[in-house]
């Protein structure tokens, strides 16, 4: 039996918009799931070794869900056009060097570091069309300490001649990429890359994958309307866009539809009759000038939201600045409602970014008992202040801003994956 005794300042958010906090209190976890959060250490566990971080911000790690791999090497640049422009300029040939296995193994070595350096415990991530490049990917994510889904991307149509697969290619490539994944902490999720990039043909045969192997789904979702357009040429016997996903089983409680920009109330209703998942890319619908989602409205409505990165289009894989992007463009959404819809709170906005992808991953919010432990460290900013801060200030200013290197410790199911 192993036990985990972390002690510091704890903080979870249990419930939409609620914090929990135990000051100077203990975080236990015995084989990897937690037993409890106390502000006092329990007689059973006097015994054991005690990680002390003093007077730091214990608080859950993140989910992010969703991601490109491929595109790490694009960080940063390229924000310049439009989703369909940037796409063939920039994005499609980034990823086709992902069939150089040298490269790839250098990439993700350190996209995997760096996801642990940032606290990033969880994952839902694109890879590219290429199979072994996705096994690779898969194993430095599970080396790294990694939790979640990859998905081998199946594009057949529109991908320009040097970066897409026949129907064929795409469907054998897949199940054999299929057979090969064996990690015990990163699984497959079947990835149409959206419907644009994909014949219905090979959209049929993924629903039929998926069903089968009982595998999760992820795609993309009314981003930008230009491709709301396109979708509608590609498909005009469907009268919106998820229905294109639905009409090949690719629609139920285990597919995450990345972005949602442009659902309007009747695809907002399917998404949540089906329990779809919809993740919020905040940072990437600005940059790309996709749009500004209707977050809030999603969530009165009880969707399930959840956050994502969405490297490239998003130029940060901290999930601190995309939980402080998702807060920033729900406040341009407030404005553009007429002040109607209410911006998220840090709280709110914190949750989305953690507990609420506990329940994809089979699991509850917050740090309940029986979660496997997914935890971060964090030292504060150094700032002078003009007077003592509470531990949920502190835990504000932290989510804004941090001093370089202050994520002290990162916690994934049990494991110690980074650390000082
Ligand atoms: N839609 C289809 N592919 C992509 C992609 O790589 N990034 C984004 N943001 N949207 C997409
Ligand atoms: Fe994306």
Redo the contacts with the bound molecule.
């Keep these: 039996m192993e036990t985990r005794i972390i002690k510091g300042n704890i903080i979870s958010a249990p419930e939409f918009g609620k914090l929990e906090i135990t000051e100077k209190g203990y975080l236990i976890a015995v084989d990897g799931k937690i037993k409890g959060t106390f502000q006092k250490l329990p007689d059973e566990f006097s015994d054991c070794t005690i990680e002390d971080y003093g007077d730091a911000l214990v608080m859950q790690s993140f989910a992010d869900m969703h991601l490109?791999a491929p595109?790490y090497p694009m960080l940063g640049m390229g924000m310049d056009m439009p989703?369909l422009d940037w796409?063939n300029t920039y994005?499609f040939p980034t990823e086709s060097c992902f069939k150089d296995n040298k490269f790839v193994r250098k990439a993700y070595h350190r996209l995997a570091y760096e996801l642990a350096a940032k606290g990033t415990t969880r994952v839902c991530m694109?890879s590219s069309i290429h199979r072994e490049a996705t096994l690779i990917l898969m194993e430095e994510l599970e080396n790294a300490g990694i939790t979640g889904y990859v998905g081998k991307v199946n594009m057949d149509r529109n991908g320009g001649k040097d970066y897409q697969e026949t129907t064929e290619e795409s469907i054998s490539e897949t199940v054999k990429w299929l057979e090969a994944c064996n990690f015990e902490h990163i699984k497959p999720m079947i990835t149409p890359?959206?419907t644009p990039?994909c014949t219905d043909e090979l959209m049929q045969e993924l629903g039929r994958i998926a069903k089968e192997k009982d595998l999760p789904i992820q795609s993309?979702l009314s981003?930008n309307t230009g491709?709301l357009a396109l979708v509608k040429e590609l498909h005009p016997d469907c009268v919106q866009y998820w229905e294109t996903y639905a009409k090949y089983g690719l629609w139920n409680d285990k597919t995450l539809m990345?972005?949602c920009v442009w659902s309007d109330a009747r695809e907002r209703k399917a998404i949540k009759d089906a329990g779809v998942w919809a993740v919020h890319?905040a940072s990437?619908n600005e940059n790309?000038v996709s749009g500004y989602a209707p977050v809030r409205v999603m969530l009165n409505e009880g969707l399930n939201v959840v956050l994502g990165s969405?490297i490239a289009?998003g130029d940060h894989l901290s999930m601190f600045k995309n939980i402080t992007a998702a807060i920033r463009a729900s406040k341009a959404r407030r404005i553009m409602d007429d002040w109607k819809t209410d911006f998220l709170t840090v709280e709110e906005a914190f949750y989305l970014g953690t507990s609420a992808a506990a329940p994809f991953f089979g699991e509850k919010p917050g740090f309940t008992p029986g979660n496997s432990l997914h935890a971060i460290v964090v030292e504060d900013e150094t700032l002078p202040m003009v007077r003592p801060l509470s531990v949920h200030e502190r835990f504000e200013r932290c989510v804004y801003r941090r001093e370089h290197g202050a994520i002290l410790a990162v916690y994934s199911e049990g494991r110690k994956i980074f650390g000082k």
């Design positions: 490109h595109q989703l796409l994005t694109f890359r959206f990039a993309h981003e491709e990345a972005h890319c990437s790309l969405d289009g």
